[in-house]
């Protein structure tokens, strides 16, 4: 078994982890179900909170164990941060911000961990880590590239709908002719 599998399967580390998570998580939904800037500093102050906590947890270990250790502890915090701060801006970029920093811990400690190897297999191990990063940072791109085109694709159809509906209204003439134009343009936002 490689130290990254031992170090992953003590006792302390799954308590650790498991323990930091369950109270990030904790606080980071009580921000959600709120969406407000009250909540969104709870959960920021939990999260720190929480992340002193762990901290103090690592200070027992030694060596790489210990790197790992804080760096997971950091990694929860930034990304309850940025899932509160996601929840409570509500927008498409705060999501995707919120989803960047979750990639970036979880390659921090992937990358940390392969400090415990040596020689190709941390080669190995740090290329796994790239790969895990890039392979997340690609279907974000794909996420926000298809959102974008389903928005471009509905602006088309809809820019398409006014221009019949505005077809139909040159049959019309007067009063009726104005009225139906700006029927259309409040119907298709134009």
């Known amino acids: 078994m490689n130290k990254i599998s031992s170090f992953a ?16 998580l904790g606080f980071a939904s009580h921000a959600m179900a709120a969406g407000d800037k009250a909540a969104y500093k709870a959960a920021e102050d939990s999260a720190k909170t929480t992340y002193d906590s762990a901290k103090k947890a690592c200070d027992s ?28 801006k509500g927008t498409p970029k705060a999501r995707r911000d919120a989803r960047e920093a979750a990639i970036k811990a979880d390659y921090n400690v992937a990358k940390e961990k392969c400090d415990d ?13 790239k790969a895990a990063r890039d392979k997340s940072e690609a279907d974000l791109k794909a996420m926000k590239d298809s959102a974008e085109t389903r928005k471009d694709t ?28 700006a029927s259309a343009k409040a119907r298709y936002h134009q």
Do not use: F, W
């Not at 221009?163 to 009225?179: H, I, M, P, T």
């Open 154 to 181: 509905m602006q088309a159809k809809n820019d398409a709908d006014y221009k019949v509906a505005a077809e139909k209204c040159d049959a019309l003439a007067g009063d009726a002719k104005s009225n139906c134009l």
């Open 61 to 88: 270990l030694s060596g790489n164990a210990k790197d790992v250790c804080v760096l997971e502890a950091k990694g929860a915090r930034d990304k309850a941060i940025a899932e509160a701060e996601a929840t409570e």
């Open 9 to 24: 399967t003590t006792p302390l580390h799954r308590c650790l982890t498991a323990g930091l998570t369950a109270l990030t």
């Open 117 to 129: 190897l040596a020689g190709n297999a941390k080669d190995v191990c740090v290329k796994e880590a």
